[in-house]
Every structure is written in structure tokens, then in C-alpha cells.
């Protein structure tokens, strides 16, 4: 892949060159699935059937008890019909939770992460389980959200969060989450759902002070590192909302100006750099997440 290749092609080069855990391969299906690449869509989905855990979990059989779920949109527009239904009855009936539902991030763990918004709220939404998709949202803005931020993970045992912090990717999965949802069933508009949405990106842009567009790693916390997959996923939740018409029109402008701060941070091969790195998402790098979110984004203002 040369320079001269159009920058999205370059992206989705490096993210199918990236080694990709169960909740990784699922935003790169919806990636393709949003790029009009129904065919990749569909051979990233085989992928994660085939490792389907005997629990229904799809992706592996690893410590994430919902991180799978991401992959079942994919799952079910390529046909896996079983596979999909399997991974929503985990969720639905079999996956740990607490006494009010909400879901655990891990398996023997009895904590409530940001990230699951993403992973689970979505998929129970396209499935029909409107009210359940909703309760998980609720579930998890309970225990993690004040004014508008989240918190990364909150500890069930002790009533309080474990890690406190602003952390902007968490925040970015509740956003994009909420999006993707609302995308998959508009019923859902007419719930608080649109309005969360918009009260929690608001509450993250309102710390949009940097020069280059982008965010430290824990939003209001200038002494982490400038982070750029934040950008991304509330510019893919912002360019949503407004093509969907629960945010006014003039987030578009606002997500590709996201978009577009996070676009000057990939370098020749395609690679989104500066993101909150994977494996252990404790410093800076990249990750297929990353990728995903850019192409995600990207699809999405062609929408607008």
C-alpha cells in the first residue's frame, strides 16, 4: 500500500494486519458493514463464529463475558443466524450479573464497565430486547456516570468505582454505544436514550481544549497522554446522531472536526497513532479498535 492510496484503504490495511481480540473483530465487521463491504463484513463474522465459545460467547472463549456480543450484528447480517441467537441468549439468560440485571464486564469479576455499554446495548437493541437494551443503559449510568462523565469501572462488592477516572475510551464506548443502538432501533428515540447520549458527549467536548483538536487519555487530566481514538468514537457518535436526527445538524461539523484532528495522527501504513495501545490499554500506541473507530467514523459522515 502505497502513499498515494486514499487514507481510509491505508486504515483498513494496518487493521486487517492487526491481531484482534472478540470485541476487536466485532467494531471491524461493523466497520465494513458500514462501509459497504458486506463481503469482508461477512468473512470477519466467519472468523468469530468459528470461535465461538460453547456458552455462545462469539470471538473465544477468554475472561469477557460480553465483549463477543459486538460481533453478533455481523453474525447476524451474514447469515449466522444460530451463532448470533446463541450469543444474544447469553446475554439475555446465562451472562453474571447483579441483582438489578446489569451486566459484569468479566467473568469472575463482579464489576460494571463503560465498555459494556458498546458491547451489549446495541445488540440487544437489534434483537428486539428493547426494554432490556434500555435497562442495561440505565444499569450502567447508575453506577458510572456523574455529570454527564463516566467513570471506567465500578466494583459491585463495594458500592463504589474502582477506577474512578474520566477515561475518554470509556466514555467513547458509551457514546458510540448509545449511537449505535439508536441506529439499530429507532424505537428507541423515543426513550431518554437520545438525550443521555447527547448530555454525555456535550459533557466530553466541553474538555475539547487542546490546539491539535484531540484529548488527554483521562479527559480532565492534562498530565496523561494526548490520545487520539477518543476523537474518533465521539465523532463516529456525534456524525450518527446528527444523519439519524437525534442531534441537531450542527454536530456534524463539530464530528468532523473530530474526525479530521484524528486523521492528521495516521501515518503512512495506515496507522492510527497516539491511541490508547492495546494490549493493556495503559499508555500509548495503537490498537484495532482504533482502526475500526476511524473507518467507523468515516462511514458514518458520508452519512451526514
Not at 487493521?15 to 463484513?41: C, I, K, P, T
Not at 474502582?162 to 449505535?180: C, Y
Not at 479527559?219 to 465521539?234: H, I, K, R, W, Y
Not at 473530530?258 to 500506541?285: E, H, Q
Request: glycine content about 10%; hydrophobic content about 45%.
Amino acid at each position: 500500500m502505497t502513499d498515494a492510496a486514499p487514507p481510509e484503504d491505508r486504515v483498513w490495511t494496518a487493521l486487517l494486519a492487526m491481531q484482534r481480540q472478540s470485541w476487536e473483530q466485532g467494531v471491524a465487521a461493523q466497520a465494513a458493514l458500514d462501509g459497504g463491504r458486506a463481503d469482508l463484513a461477512r468473512l470477519l463474522a466467519e472468523s468469530a463464529v468459528a470461535r465461538q465459545a460453547p456458552d455462545g460467547r462469539l470471538g473465544g472463549a477468554d475472561d469477557n463475558a460480553v465483549n463477543g456480543a459486538a460481533c453478533a450484528e455481523a453474525a447476524r447480517a451474514g447469515g449466522f443466524t444460530e451463532a448470533a441467537d446463541r450469543q444474544i441468549d447469553w446475554l439475555v439468560h446465562r451472562a453474571p450479573r447483579a441483582a438489578d440485571g446489569t451486566l459484569f464486564h468479566v467473568l469472575g469479576g463482579r464489576e460494571v464497565w463503560a465498555d459494556t455499554v458498546y458491547m451489549v446495548v446495541p445488540p440487544l437493541a437489534a434483537a428486539g430486547h428493547l426494554d432490556l437494551a434500555v435497562a442495561q443503559a440505565h444499569g450502567h449510568r447508575r453506577r458510572l456516570c456523574r455529570d454527564g462523565r463516566y467513570a471506567a469501572v465500578w466494583a459491585e462488592d463495594i458500592g463504589a468505582a474502582r477506577r474512578g477516572e474520566h477515561w475518554g475510551g470509556g466514555n467513547g464506548w458509551v457514546v458510540a454505544g448509545l449511537a449505535r443502538a439508536l441506529r439499530q432501533a429507532p424505537q428507541l428515540r423515543d426513550s431518554d436514550l437520545p438525550a443521555h447520549g447527547r448530555e454525555v458527549l456535550d459533557a466530553c467536548l466541553a474538555l475539547r481544549r487542546r490546539s491539535d483538536g484531540l484529548f488527554h487519555d483521562v479527559l480532565d487530566d492534562d498530565t496523561t497522554f494526548v490520545e487520539t481514538n477518543a476523537a474518533q468514537m465521539f465523532a463516529y457518535a456525534a456524525l450518527t446522531g446528527a444523519a439519524d436526527g437525534w442531534l441537531p445538524a450542527a454536530y456534524a461539523v463539530t464530528g468532523r472536526d473530530l474526525l479530521a484532528a484524528a486523521t492528521r495522527r495516521i501515518d503512512r501504513y495506515g496507522v492510527v497513532r497516539g491511541a490508547c495501545g492495546a494490549p493493556a490499554f495503559d499508555g500509548p500506541g495503537t490498537s484495532p479498535e482504533a482502526q475500526a473507530f476511524h473507518l467507523l467514523a468515516w462511514a458514518a459522515s458520508i452519512r451526514v
